[in-house]
């Protein structure tokens, strides 16, 4: 079985920083690209920002500048730094990761609880 728990999120004024994470952990081979979502009330889970196992990075416009997505490769997890807050940040994040559980095994698919983070303004 495969687990992905994140931690870092909470209620932060505007314009100041988090650091989220998530650790992968269990019957792991090799793990793909990692990346997070958001999803804020009454709209659709969005893509935050991704990083390939090489580093390659991509990030949605409206966090482009202000987040940054990295990962610990030895520690299957992944980092998203977030500063410069905003009010329309606030959202649940949560953690995805492409992963392969067996040499023999397809890539799945997995998914974090989510961890909130709230900007005011």
């Known amino acids: 079985q495969v687990q992905l728990v994140e931690s870092g999120g909470g209620l932060v004024q505007a314009g100041e920083s988090l650091r989220l994470s998530c650790a992968a952990s269990g019957s792991i081979f090799s793990i793909n690209a990692m990346g997070w979502y958001r999803q804020a009330p009454g709209k659709q889970r969005e893509l935050v920002a991704v990083i390939t196992s090489g580093g390659s990075t991509n990030y949605a416009d409206s966090v482009k500048g202000r987040f940054t997505i990295s990962r610990d490769n030895a520690k299957n997890t992944v980092y998203l730094q977030m500063n410069s807050l905003k009010p329309e940040d606030t959202a649940v994040y949560y953690c995805?990761?492409?992963?392969?559980?067996?040499?023999?095994?397809?890539?799945?698919?997995?998914w974090g609880q989510g961890t909130q983070v709230t900007v005011s303004s």
């Open positions: 995805n990761a492409l992963i392969r559980r067996s040499f023999l095994a397809g890539t799945g698919d997995y």
